[in-house]
């Protein structure tokens, strides 16, 4: 066990040194490999990073990645939010709530919150802006509300645990549906009550034509998620394959279709695609080392010795985990927080009786949560360069957005209804 | 304890595989009087069948524990290649007696010699391989005829399923429910604990145990860490691995039984089949590798063990 | 366009850095494009034929290992790789600390490549049936990209300074 804290000490204090994360892995178990020799051999470790991205069902993030930037680079995007738009505009404060559609809309065709947080606040945040929104706030909006893309399916943070742990990815993402809709609801929530407070603008209702024409223009689009849903949720196909499939449909569609972009443009966009999920994927081939390690130290039984001599009850233990994962999420993203942490917490959790995919569903949305919290907030710091803001301004105005998402991330802990009632529902 | 070994598999934590490992790591403990453990990392966690038998020859993993045809990864375990062919053994009990045959022993020397690695013994059986079907009762080799049949990618077993008159299909174990289920492949080969334990049951109602290949687990040690031993260690593991194997069987009949009952609850019809006609049909296909895939004549000395 | 001209002034360490990045992104989106492919084929097959390719997972699996360990070189001169960014530093100090990280990479590439050599050995006597070849094979890609990563960590410490507005 101490030798795993001391290697776990050492990658973070290379992460805080600004060493890509996932050198601080391979760095940390190098060192391991020095400190306890001949445990880990260096061919060994080698090996071991061969076997990190041994698994075919990895291909699920670069094709979730590919579909996700067609359908931005094809101007799916532009007719998403128009459709947004003409849906909510009238409302008091309507444009921050129709970059909370959007971005629910977004979720369910991109597997990325970084992508969707690009596509729709590079469009609303300066549309905003002339509507007389502080600035801080369209960014706040924004980059809340993009968090959904991890718990609406697909979601690449959902194929990462459930690569890691024994859950059923197809589980995990129908898991997601309920949750990631409620998430939407508490922010629409949350922006209709400061929209009434703080007197935001409304803009005249263009009427049902309008609403039509738009769904008309976007409905290629909106049958992305439907196919990815009923695909899962059918047992047609495997996650692999619909990702694919995805990706081939988005191309169609722009290419054939929309027509917005150029054959060239589209591959730009999916070299774009290719480097983002290389980003994540070497990543995960370095954290083979530390599920290696963990193994051979035997770590998840040494956990799970210390965790059945606590007694804890499900739910305490759950929120230990969830509190745990907000902690480690202000300064971790999703990925590198998924990779590290649930390899190890899974098979205590599920020993403990906790389900695995409610398990899957607090860690996403915990990991997700992440993304808005200070000091290292990737959504904050994207939205806050759209917006041309201090960071610090984008933080405050997403204080309340966070309350709301943290009450959400009780719900799902207290209530395994939220996650595990659908799949049930539909006989999973 | 004096000594720790690491025993690396690559399957699951509830498998056969662990189940096996953990009578060789008591046996071993009883053995040598708590001066020797085992410590047991299942699920691949170490690595997959290839990294496992490279860690192994190379001294970086104590023990592994695999399936004995699972030696023909290496290319030195070529002469193992005999075991998958259809028909080989008549039941477990002919595979048990082959496997503490003088005959298995000089085919491991061989082994043994060119890798280094060392053969501990046959510490556990495998269900024999069954077939089953979504509609069709198979009872002769014309009931399988133009069925798909997802098999292992094994030539044996490709041209065995050929000479049936079924086609193999190579689809991939995560797609293979997916596949069943939508009727894409009529079929599957497998053996009956994990058809049973897998869920392929809800596409598949008819299932014949052709029993045509027999396997069970082998343990081998690393090349330094057997040469590091004393006389004693070594009887110590190689008795050990012995206790492992007997005191398998009458778990393994269990288990067998216990799947075989299984199949009624779960609406399976067991159809037996006319292992004769199997066995014609792949004849000519036998006579052909019999020479070339393995040493003339093999077949037969095995086949009479 | 500055930015081109900057670059040819900046001679043959800028070039090589461009014709790098060209190539690692051709190299990433042909990999992209064939996972895609392969999978698309395997579902049209599977649906249409009850078929499979044997090699399928094989190939897979190289294309896999290809986006990744490719990619890597690709994001390390872009200085692209997920990390923390904590804190910041002046400009000064944040390029020095930059390089240092560099030289890191530089050391850990090499150490890699040898132990990746040695995994490559220890593979050459395991068989890869569906590509006919030995499984020492699903190193090269790690190989190949551990060498480019060496490659650009090189590129990265020798740039000059950027130009103002460059
Ligand atoms: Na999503
Ligand atoms: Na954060």
């Known amino acids: ?428 | 304890q004096d000594i720790t070994l690491t025993l690396g598999h690559v399957a699951p934590p509830g498998s056969s595989y662990q189940a096996a490992a953990e009578r060789f790591a008591e046996a071993l403990d009883e053995a040598s009087g708590g001066t020797m453990a085992v410590d047991i990392v299942p699920g691949a966690a170490l690595g997959g069948l290839n990294e496992l038998w490279a860690q192994l020859r190379t001294d970086a993993l104590d023990l592994h524990l695999i399936d004995v045809g699972g030696i023909i990864a290496m290319r030195e375990g070529r002469p193992f290649l005999v075991t998958w062919a259809p028909f080989l053994f008549e039941d477990q009990d002919h595979f048990r007696r082959f496997a503490r045959s003088d005959l298995f022993a000089e085919m491991m020397d061989g082994v043994e010699a060119e890798t280094g690695v060392k053969y501990l013994g046959y510490v556990g059986d495998r269900p024999p391989r069954i077939v089953t079907t979504a509609e069709t009762p198979v009872r002769v080799p014309n009931d399988l005829r133009g069925l798909t049949i997802r098999t292992p990618q094994h030539p044996f077993v490709i041209a065995a399923f050929e000479a049936w008159g079924a086609s193999s299909s190579p689809i991939g174990a995560a797609e293979l429910l997916i596949a069943l289920r939508t009727g894409v492949v009529d079929g599957q080969d497998n053996g009956v604990i994990d058809f049973v334990g897998s869920g392929y049951a809800e596409a598949n109602k008819h299932l014949t145990p052709l029993d045509y290949i027999l396997s069970g687990l082998g343990l081998w040690m690393s090349p330094a860490r057997w040469e590091g031993m004393t006389e004693e260690q070594k009887g110590w593991l190689t008795s050990a691995a012995i206790r492992a194997g007997t005191d398998g069987e009458a778990i393994h009949e269990a288990e067998m039984e216990a799947a075989m009952e299984a199949l009624d609850g779960l609406g399976v019809t067991v159809t037996e089949p006319d292992t004769e006609a199997f066995r014609t049909a792949i004849q000519p296909f036998l006579d052909g590798a019999d020479g070339t895939a393995w040493e003339a004549g093999l077949y037969e000395r095995i086949g009479g063990l | ?166």
């Open chain 3, 1 to 166: 366009m500055l930015g081109e001209r900057g670059a040819a002034n900046a001679g043959w360490p800028e070039a090589a850095r461009r014709a790098l990045e060209v190539a690692l992104r051709a190299g990433v989106l042909a990999a992209l494009v064939a996972l895609i492919a392969l999978e698309a084929a395997q579902v049209l097959l599977r649906y249409g034929f009850g078929a499979g390719l044997a090699w399928g997972r094989d190939v897979g699996g190289l294309l896999l290992f290809s986006l990744a360990w490719l990619g890597l070189p690709l994001l390390w001169l872009k200085r692209a790789h997920l990390s923390l960014s904590l804190w910041r530093l002046p400009a000064g100090v944040e390029r020095l600390w930059d390089r240092a990280i560099d030289a890191t990479a530089l050391a850990a590439g090499a150490a890699l490549l040898v132990f990746l050599l040695q995994a490559a050995a220890a593979f050459r006597f395991i068989d890869m049936a569906a590509l006919g070849t030995d499984a020492s094979i699903r190193t090269w890609p790690l190989i190949a990209g551990t060498c480019l990563w060496n490659l650009a960590a090189l590129l990265n410490l020798v740039r000059p300074p950027e130009p103002a507005g460059g």
């Open chain 1, 1 to 428: 066990m101490i030798e795993v804290g001391v290697t776990v000490a050492i990658m973070l204090a290379l992460m805080v040194l600004r060493v890509p994360v996932f050198l601080a892995i391979g760095g940390a178990a190098g060192a391991f490999a020095l400190l306890w020799a001949p445990i880990l051999r260096g061919d060994v470790l080698a090996q071991s990073f061969l076997r990190g991205l041994d698994n075919q069902a990895f291909a699920a993030i670069p094709y979730f990645f590919a579909a996700g930037a067609i359908m931005n680079a094809g101007g799916m995007s532009a007719r998403l939010l128009r459709l947004a738009r003409a849906l909510v505009a009238h409302v008091r404060g309507g444009l921050a709530h129709a970059n909370v559609t959007a971005s629910v809309v977004f979720a369910g065709i991109s597997g990325s919150a970084v992508a969707d947080a690009a596509a729709v606040g590079s469009v609303m945040i300066p549309a905003m802006e002339r509507d007389g929104y502080p600035p801080a706030y369209a960014a706040a909006v924004t980059a809340a509300s993009a968090t959904i893309g991890l718990m609406i399916p697909p979601s690449i943070p959902m194929v990462i645990f459930a690569l890691f742990t024994p859950a059923d990815v197809t589980d995990l993402f129908v898991a997601g549906i309920v949750p990631g809709l409620m998430m939407g609801a508490v922010l629409l929530a949350a922006s209709v009550v400061l929209a009434r407070r703080r007197g935001y603008a409304s803009h005249p209702w263009l009427g049902w034509g309008r609403v039509w024409g738009a769904l008309k223009g976007s409905i290629l689009a909106l049958l992305m998620p439907v196919f990815v849903v009923a695909g899962l949720v059918g047992g047609v196909a495997t996650v692999n394959e619909i990702g694919a499939l995805a990706a081939i449909y988005a191309a169609v569609v722009t290419l054939g279709v929309y027509r917005d972009v150029t054959a060239r443009q589209l591959l730009v966009a999916l070299a774009d695609a290719a480097a983002d999920s290389a980003k994540i994927l070497i990543v995960i081939a370095a954290s083979g080392a530390f599920v290696w390690i963990a193994a051979r130290v035997g770590l998840a039984r040494e956990m799970a010795a210390v965790v059945s001599e606590a007694q804890l009850s499900p739910v305490v233990l759950l929120t230990i985990i969830a509190v745990t994962l907000l902690v480690l999420g202000t300064v971790l993203e999703p990925v590198t927080l998924l990779i590290v942490v649930a390899p190890v917490i899974a098979p205590v959790a599920v020993l403990a009786g906790i389900d695995v995919v409610q398990l899957g569903a607090v860690f996403v949305l915990a990991s997700a949560i992440g993304l808005v919290t200070p000091p290292v907030g990737i959504l904050l710091f994207m939205t806050a360069a759209q917006a041309g803001v201090p960071l610090l301004a984008v933080v405050r105005e997403v204080a309340v957005f966070l309350a709301a998402l943290v009450l959400l991330l009780a719900v799902v802990v207290a209530w395994p209804g939220a996650t595990l009632g659908l799949g049930r529902l539909l006989g999973l």
